[in-house]
């Protein structure tokens, strides 16, 4: 049409190239105009004819008998009342007919003009036993059952707020409380609401299907129960939605949905799998003391405005995946009963898990959170919510865990920021195992490459490459073209990617394994006093005990030189007692605390022991057996920090007279080794006690020398544990 008419312009030779661009351009945006232009230009006006003849000539869509009203113009606009009361009227008459065959309704490419009230065309009902039975199907009675069931989990948390759970955990049972029945199943299909949706209070007892249906006023599905799967996907919501108090019993689908104003699910009830994936909330978004008894997706869904989820309770898993959180969300008093993955995520604002519960089975893993502590918030109980952000590998993480860390930090929550620091370091530690003992591609032999299971083409393959260039990820594997992706996908996570390791270098790792592990074994990495206190406690009850037998048990004959019956009873009742003390903070505070315990062993077992057997083997023959190896300060006794005190006193006569002979012969001596062992690991005493300089067995020396080195090492993770699970105490050593 547009070339005829620009024919008669285009006659003049110097503009014909124009009038042919021009009409080209024409007729391109000729096709490329809307297709929704199409389909409202084909919508049929609905009659009261119209609508009498779809309602006796029904079809059959996906199973079920539907009333056919797809692509219709349909005007329920005030102005327009006679035909607005006739159209309820006429479909309600059909709809609510009893029967085995319960008829649905398609609105699908419809555009509905003024309000659309959709309950009213349900069958208004009381919601208890003995009503519901003359007028449903077995099966139909046995969904609506299922509300009962409902209910009484709901009172399992908290008493529900609905008119029709209240009805029905009455006693007795009141018929007070009444619901629309839609039997049938509604079908809308990209229909356009211009006006208010009510389908509030109403049971469908069949799919409910509005895909990409435009709700351009208020949408109201409060107190809905949707018995068979709700799929909402691509739906746009340009005002307020509610759904509180709505029960979602099948699937529920809001895939891409979205929600241009504010969008309320107080308390509503998911028995199925939710999924609100890549769907965009502009407004607030109220999920308040919603039940999602399965899985829930929020995966890619982008949260512009804030997001309330307290008090909600998540049964299975919580998928959060690369969401986007601009404003605050709130997960304060939730219940998290499976893992949640905040892989991807970004909170951009501030996150609170304030008082939300944890089971055992749960917690939030963080990998690849998007999270700046300067601008962003990680709210959550002190001492709890730490222990509970875990990430998968440290590369690519170190970024989220420094975050994380100066995040709690800031908020003065020093147990979680260790903690974070604790999870960093064990990741740590997997990384340098990893490396250590899994076969390095750009180092290992051709013969290692075929033990691990490459193929003697592809072992050499990979010896030429790293003659060329080395390796610097396991994926470039698949550049070869000897390498098929079956063998990567079987080996990649049996090899590792690095530089080539020579002795030098080997040792030097193995040595940074090593004191890594002691110190996340007994101290946590510095984050765990009670640990730390429960490591010192057994040291000393066990070197007490040694020493005291080594001191007091001598010899059996020619004359024999032991202890009481007396002192043994003290000093063995004792030792229980602290050992025991020691294994309880162990075995509360360790993560693994038999292999704490295993470490404690090696160091305070096998080097003492071998040197008291040898020291018995040998035989005591000395002058001053009666006398004992310890002596004591006798100048003062009082509590003293002995920050440079040795274990053996010095020859200067003048020192030497002040030490005196510990009394073999009274009932508290057994204290003095106690006190012994405490100078030695932690240079704090009632009393200096040292050993003699005269007539002393070297064994017996190298003992309290072996327990005097290794309070050195003591003292110093105490310290440095301290400084760090005490805010400003680190001050205060530093300053000392």
């Not at 020291?615 to 003293?640: A, I, K, N, P, V």
Request: with cysteine.
């Amino acid at each position: 049409m547009y070339k005829f008419l620009l024919i008669p312009f285009c006659k003049g030779g110097n503009i014909t190239k124009f009038c042919i661009a021009l009409i080209s351009l024409l007729t391109l945006l000729l096709f490329l105009l809307p297709l929704s232009a199409f389909a409202q230009a084909e919508r049929t006006p609905l009659t009261l004819e119209l609508l009498q003849e779809r309602l006796h000539t029904s079809t059959v869509r996906e199973g079920n008998l539907t009333v056919d009203l797809r692509q219709m113009v349909i005007d329920l606009r005030p102005d327009n009342a006679a035909f607005r009361d006739a159209f309820y009227q006429l479909l309600r008459k059909e709809l609510q007919k009893t029967g085995s065959k319960p008829l649905g309704l398609d609105l699908s490419n419809s555009l509905i003009q003024g309000d659309f009230i959709g309950s009213d065309l349900g069958l208004r009902t009381p919601l208890y036993a003995q009503a519901i039975a003359p007028i449903f199907t077995p099966a139909e009675q046995e969904q609506l059952e299922r509300l009962r069931v409902v209910c009484l989990q709901s009172l399992s948390v908290a008493l529900p707020s609905s008119k029709d759970c209240r009805s029905l955990l009455a006693t007795p049972a009141t018929p007070s409380s009444e619901i629309s029945v839609f039997r049938g199943s509604l079908v809308l299909e990209k229909t356009n609401f211009t006006g208010t949706v009510q389908f509030n209070n109403t049971f469908f007892l069949q799919s409910v299907n509005a895909q990409g249906a435009i709700f351009n006023q208020l949408a109201n599905w409060q107190e809905t129960r949707f018995s068979r799967s709700a799929r909402f996907n691509n739906a746009i919501f340009r005002r307020e939605s509610h759904w509180q108090n709505s029960i979602f019993f099948d699937k529920a689908n809001f895939k891409q949905t979205q929600f241009q104003e504010n969008a309320f699910f107080q308390e509503s009830f998911f028995e199925d799998i939710t999924n609100f994936n890549q769907a965009n909330f502009k407004q607030l978004a109220k999920f308040n003391r919603v039940q999602w008894q399965n899985n829930v997706d929020f995966s890619g869904v982008r949260f512009i405005n804030s997001a309330h989820f307290t008090k909600a309770i998540f049964n299975q898993f919580l998928f959060l995946t690369e969401a986007t959180f601009e404003q605050a969300v709130t997960f304060r008093e939730a219940q998290f009963n499976q893992p949640v993955n905040l892989r991807g995520t970004s909170i951009l604002n501030q996150a609170d898990f304030s008082d939300a519960s944890f089971a055992k089975t749960a917690f939030l893993n963080v990998s690849g959170l998007a999270f700046n502590s300067n601008k962003a918030k990680i709210l959550g109980n002190s001492g709890q919510i730490g222990e509970k952000l875990i990430v998968n590998t440290l590369q690519g993480n170190q970024n989220v865990l420094r975050n994380l860390g100066q995040n709690f930090r800031q908020l003065q929550q020093i147990a979680d920021a260790n903690q974070i620091e604790y999870t960093k370091q064990q990741l740590r530690l997997a990384q340098l195992t990893r490396r250590l003992v899994t076969i390095n591609i750009n180092d290992a032999s051709q013969t290692s490459l075929i033990n691990l299971g490459f193929s003697p083409t592809q072992a050499e393959a990979i010896a030429h490459r790293r003659l060329i260039k080395p390796f610097r990820n396991t994926s470039e594997l698949l550049t070869l073209a000897d390498i098929d992706l079956e063998t990567y996908t079987k080996l990649s996570s049996q090899i590792v990617v690095d530089e080539p390791l020579f002795l030098g270098g080997w040792l030097l790792l193995a040595w940074n394994w090593l004191t890594l592990s002691l110190l996340l074994l007994l101290s946590g990495y510095g984050t765990d006093f009670c640990l730390v206190f429960g490591v010192g406690t057994i040291a000393i009850a066990d070197f007490g005990l040694l020493f005291w037998l080594i001191d007091r048990l001598r010899r059996l004959y020619p004359s024999a030189i032991i202890p009481t019956v007396d002192e043994s009873i003290w000093m063995l009742t004792s030792f229980t007692v602290l050992t025991l003390l020691g294994l309880l903070a162990i075995l509360r505070s360790a993560e693994q605390p038999w292999l704490t315990l295993a470490c404690l062993v090696i160091i305070i077992v096998p080097a003492p022991l071998v040197l008291l057997l040898r020291l018995y083997q040998q035989g005591r023959y000395h002058d001053l057996m009666d006398t004992s190896y310890f002596t004591e300060d006798g100048s003062m006794r009082q509590l003293r920090l002995l920050i440079g005190r040795l274990p053996v006193i010095p020859r200067y006569e003048v020192f030497r007279d002040r030490y005196m002979p510990l009394l073999c012969d009274r009932h508290w001596n057994w204290l003095n080794y106690y006190d012994f062992s405490l100078n030695n690991l932690l240079r704090l005493g009632f009393n200096d006690v040292r050993l003699r300089d005269k007539h002393l067995p070297g064994i017996i020396s190298t003992l309290a020398w072996y327990q005097w080195s290794l309070g050195i090492l003591y003292i110093t993770l105490l310290l440095w544990t301290l400084s760090r699970t005490i805010p400003g105490l680190n001050l205060l050593i530093y300053l000392k």
